[in-house]
T-cell receptor, first 114, second 113 residues
Framework: AQSVTQLDSQVPVFEEAPVELRCNYSSSVSVYLFWYVQYPNQGLQLLLKYLSGSTLVESINGFEAEFNKSQTSFHLRKPSVHISDTAEYFCAVRLGGGADGLTFGKGTHLIIQP | DGGITQSPKYLFRKEGQNVTLSCEQNLNHDAMYWYRQDPGQGLRLIYYSQIVNDFQKGDIAEGYSVSREKKESFPLTVTSAQKNPTAFYLC????????????FGEGSRLTVL
């Protein structure tokens, strides 16, 4: 069975500083990888996804993530954060061919300090 | 606008009562899912359905039941057998297939008193 590990439950960072949220997965088969963002008392919104092709994927609001097969990682980065980026971020994996939805990590709370 | 509607957003119930959470989608998606979210626990899959009149148990199905009589609807019943029902419940849907991402509703927060 696959699993997803988000190593940091909470990441505080100053506004305009860079940030990296770490995600590692365990699976011996091909996977599809996702990052979702959740604002308080709301549902999850897709931030970006890796299905195939280029290992570096980008979102429209400046986030990017790189799929590293050898390290089984899919870390999320942003070069300069804004106060509005304060939210919970979830990494998720779907097995190639899997029909039973996504497996989620426990989430990382990104806290932007002014 | 297309999307997923969950209702109610907040719900309070007494211990021992069954509760049904509504989930409706107008995205014409085949697959629908129910997740439970607890602080620090991430999302855990309760039930999912790939097609009308068919559904499968997820990782934490005990104490829950679902139905899928229509493509656009996937209600979740939290029964009195669920030992710790207080949580945030999220419904999602996807086009189906191997790579489809999930689209989520706004969630329903259930508090059992």
């Amino acid at each position: 069975a696959q699993s997803v590990t988000q190593l940091d439950s909470q990441v505080p960072v100053f506004e305009e500083a860079p940030v990296e949220l770490r995600c590692n997965y365990s699976s011996s088969v091909s996977v599809y990888l996702f990052w979702y963002v959740q604002y308080p008392n709301q549902g999850l919104q897709l931030l970006l996804k890796y299905l195939s092709g280029s290992t570096l994927v980008e979102s429209i609001n400046g986030f990017e993530a790189e799929f590293n097969k050898s390290q089984t990682s899919f870390h999320l980065r942003k070069p300069s954060v804004h106060i509005s980026d304060t939210a919970e971020y979830f990494c998720a994996v779907r097995l190639g061919g899997g029909a039973d939805g996504l497996t989620f990590g426990k989430g990382t709370h990104l806290i932007i300090q002014p | 606008d297309g999307g997923i509607t969950q209702s109610p957003k907040y719900l309070f119930r007494k211990e021992g009562q069954n509760v049904t959470l509504s989930c409706e989608q107008n995205l014409n998606h085949d697959a629908m899912y129910w997740y439970r979210q607890d602080p620090g626990q991430g999302l855990r899959l309760i039930y999912y359905s790939q097609i009308v009149n068919d559904f499968q148990k997820g990782d934490i199905a005990e104490g829950y039941s679902v139905s899928r009589e229509k493509k656009e609807s996937f209600p979740l019943t939290v029964t009195s057998a669920q030992k710790n029902p207080t949580a945030f419940y999220l419904c999602a849907s996807s086009i189906g297939g191997r790579t489809g991402e999930l689209f989520f509703g706004e969630g329903s927060r259930l508090t059992v008193l």
